[in-house]
């Protein structure tokens, strides 16, 4: 006998059809989860990246700020005036090396800073340095050539004292006589200590470099949000830092919009904002710093980030305050 063939019916093929439908749509329904899981997983290690860098770049100026070689002395003498006064980039007297500008913080560099956002200034000996082997008043001969250019702020310091000046001249044979005369930003022919109250120029007084006496450049960095120079709707954090007598912005990091500080006291172990530090000296004893970095929006945009995920902060210590 012939076996009778039979397909299969049209409800048969109904519901074959709605169980793949359902099948495939949960197919779906994971490639588009997985998807959008992605999508957030590149978005934080986009953000980890920006917080890693901005930890790397902010940290290395704030653990060397006020540090200034030869057993760090806080007796810091300062030459370096523009109109009769020291410039704010090189002003140590009113932060020993490390001062928070609370918002509104204004223009730094000619760049208006974020409405809200605070900026921090910092100052320190870095990089390589030079012993000093003989100095008569005016140039310091150094044991190899110099590190420091002419035109460059520097730092000259042993046991007690600490002189900050622009070199005016690198000669010698070697490169290894550096001379700091009254022209360009120096306003005082001596490099001895003036208590700051006192500061002016031409008052300060002579001085000697005892031996193991160091010269090195004078770093001076400010950190500060802006809006970013590719884009004016997205906000940047900002570096200015000193080059041969002046400051120079560099945009660090594009889509961060606000920047904050607070300042652990080594005597009260308490935080403090910038505005709040107001009694004497209260800087000198600024022994960390607490960042708080805020991504722009305008990044985060189609991004499935949580919000926790948008603020980076880090904690960063004063190598050279720490007992």
């Known amino acids: 006998m012939n076996k009778q063939l039979t397909g299969f019916t049209l409800v048969e093929l109904m519901v074959a059809m709605v169980l793949g439908l359902l099948v495939l749509g949960g197919a779906l329904t994971v490639f588009l989860a997985n998807q959008t899981t992605g999508r957030a997983n590149q978005a934080l290690a986009e953000i980890q990246n920006t917080a890693r860098m901005a930890h790397l770049l902010m940290a290395h100026d704030i653990r060397n700020a006020g540090f200034t070689g030869c057993g760090n002395s806080p007796r810091v003498a300062n030459v370096v005036a523009v109109a009769g006064a020291n410039p704010i980039w090189a002003n140590w007297r009113d932060g020993q090396g490390i001062r928070g500008l609370p918002a509104p913080v204004g223009a730094i560099n000619g760049r208006n800073a974020n409405d809200g956002s605070e900026a921090l200034r910092v100052l320190y000996g870095g990089g390589r340095s030079n012993t000093i082997r003989l100095y008569d008043g ?98 940047s954090l900002f570096r200015a830092s000193l ?54 929006p305008a990044i985060l945009q189609g991004t499935e980030v949580p919000a926790n995920a948008r603020t980076i902060r880090f904690l960063v210590s004063l190598r050279n305050r720490l007992g």
């Open 243 to 296: 080059i041969n007598g002046g400051q120079l912005n560099e945009e660090v990091l594009f889509g961060v919009n606000n920047l904050q500080f607070a300042y652990l006291n080594g005597d009260t172990m308490a935080f403090q904002t910038a505005a709040a530090v107001t009694a004497a000296n209260a800087w000198g004893r600024v022994i960390a710093v607490n960042v708080t970095l805020t991504l722009d």
């Open 138 to 235: 005016q140039t310091l001969t150094l044991n190899s050539p110099s590190v420091v250019g002419a035109g460059e702020l520097a730092i000259a310091c042993d046991e007690n004292l600490a002189s900050i000046f622009q070199v005016s001249q690198v000669g010698g044979a070697a490169q290894d006589q550096v001379q700091h005369m009254v022209a360009g930003l120096n306003c005082d022919a001596n490099l001895g200590f003036v208590a700051p109250e006192d500061w002016a120029c031409g008052v300060h007084p002579a001085r000697n470099f005892n031996n193991g006496a160091m010269l090195m450049r004078l770093e001076s960095v400010a950190w500060f949000v802006a809006p970013s120079l590719d884009d004016a709707n997205v906000s």
